[in-house]
Structures are given as C-alpha cells and as structure tokens.
C-alpha cells in the first residue's frame, strides 16, 4: 500500500498542470498558488483525504475557489 506522501506526490504533477493550464502560468506558479491556497492545506491534511481524490477534481475544487475569492473583490 503507498503511503499518503507517495500518493500526494503523484498527484501533484498533474495537478499542476491542470491549474497551469487553466491560469496560463508555469507548473512551479501553480504550485506556488496551490500551496498557499486553503485547498492545498487540505490537500496535506491527512485527515481529510483529499489526497485519495483524483487529480482533476482537486484542481477544480482549488479554481473553484479561486473563482469564489475573485467573485468577493
């Protein structure tokens, strides 16, 4: 059985990519983004099992809060 950690890593290439694509910027700034976003907390939180989602779904949770936060300004 793979660990969380190894599980998250696998993921999170693709993630990337997706939130890249979707806001036209390098893997590394949306991983930065990701990172420092409430679903990337949860994305670490071994609690929430996030982590055995797939990889599209948790990008669309993050841009859908991304979405939520430009909406509020």
């Known amino acids: 059985m793979m660990s969380h950690s190894?599980?998250?890593?696998t993921l999170l290439p693709e993630i990337a990519s997706l939130i890249a694509?979707?806001?036209?910027?390098?893997?590394?700034?949306?991983?930065d983004k990701f990172y420092n976003s409430a679903v990337?907390?949860?994305?670490?939180?071994d609690?929430?099992?996030l982590y055995?989602?797939?990889a599209l779904y948790i990008a669309s949770?993050?841009?859908?809060?991304?979405?939520?936060?430009?909406?509020?300004r």
């Not at 190894?6 to 890593?9: D, G, L, P, S, Y």
């Open 6 to 9: 190894t599980i998250r890593a």
């Open 52 to 54: 055995g989602q797939s």
């Open 61 to 72: 949770l993050f841009m859908e809060n991304e979405n939520l936060k430009k909406q509020r």
């Open 47 to 49: 609690n929430t099992g």
């Open 40 to 45: 990337g907390e949860l994305f670490c939180d």
């Open 21 to 31: 694509k979707d806001l036209n910027c390098t893997q590394e700034e949306a991983l």
